[in-house]
T-cell receptor
Framework: LAKTTQPISMDSYEGQEVNITCSHNNIATNDYITWYQQFPSQGPRFIIQGYKTKVTNEVASLFIPADRKSSTLSLPRVSLSDTAVYYCLVGPMDSSYKLIFGSGTRLLVRP | GAGVSQSPSNKVTEKGKDVELRCDPISGHTALYWYRQRLGQGLEFLIYFQGNSAPDKSGLPSDRFSAERTGESVSTLTIQRTQQEDSAVYLC??????????????FGEGSRLTVL
């Protein structure tokens, strides 16, 4: 069971790039890394997923080193609406396993 | 509907009463998860279903909690003899677990339970 560790909170300002790192030292070979975003009073929603190297979509980038023991979510030019809690989740793609969320990182974007 | 639907969205009950929370997953999703989220806290895993079977119930806090799933569709989380510490948002998520699965979880909006 791959346990994840993230910073509890981060502060940033509008327009800056934010990088949130997650540690998952005992990640398994068939595990993928997925990041979710949660706004108050809502369920989490998918942001990005990757297995190794770099993945980029319209909202974020995900950097995964060769040993896969950590990953970094990069949010370019954040805005106030990016204030949320970000969760890193590690698990297999086939939903054959219970998925344990870490404590998440509370990101506050200031004007 | 297109997404995961949970009901009721809000439930206020008295200590000692039983409550049932319902989750309608996305059609065709074989995996279904229940999480509990206390105010200002992270997501606490409760149970997950693969089809109608629950391979892992280890997250259920006590024997007052039970869950079932029928027809590889609707799931019900039942809390008997509710206590004040059961007050939380209960989140349901579903995932397509078949061939070509991505592992992405789709969450409902949650059921907020308040035990007085």
């Amino acid at each position: 069971l791959a346990k994840t560790t993230q910073p509890i909170s981060m502060d940033s300002y509008e327009g800056q790039e934010v990088n949130i790192t997650c540690s998952h030292n005992n990640i398994a070979t068939n595990d993928y890394i997925t990041w979710y975003q949660q706004f108050p009073s809502q369920g989490p929603r998918f942001i990005i997923q990757g297995y190794k190297t770099k993945v980029t979509n319209e909202v974020a980038s995900l950097f995964i080193p060769a040993d896969r023991k950590s990953s970094t979510l990069s949010l370019p030019r954040v805005s106030l609406s990016d204030t949320a809690v970000y969760y890193c989740l590690v698990g297999p793609m086939d939903s054959s396993y219970k998925l344990i969320f870490g404590s998440g990182t509370r990101l506050l974007v200031r004007p | 509907g297109a997404g995961v639907s949970q009901s009721p969205s809000n439930k206020v009950t008295e200590k000692g009463k039983d409550v049932e929370l319902r989750c309608d997953p996305i059609s065709g999703h074989t995996a279904l998860y229940w999480y509990r989220q206390r105010l200002g806290q992270g997501l606490e895993f409760l149970i997950y279903f693969q089809g109608n079977s629950a391979p892992d119930k280890s997250g259920l806090p006590s024997d007052r909690f039970s869950a079932e799933r029928t027809g590889e569709s609707v799931s019900t989380l039942t809390i008997q003899r509710t206590q004040q510490e059961d007050s939380a948002v209960y989140l349901c998520a579903s995932s397509f677990g078949g061939q070509g699965a991505t592992g992405e979880l789709f969450f409902g909006e949650g059921s907020r339970l308040t035990v007085l």
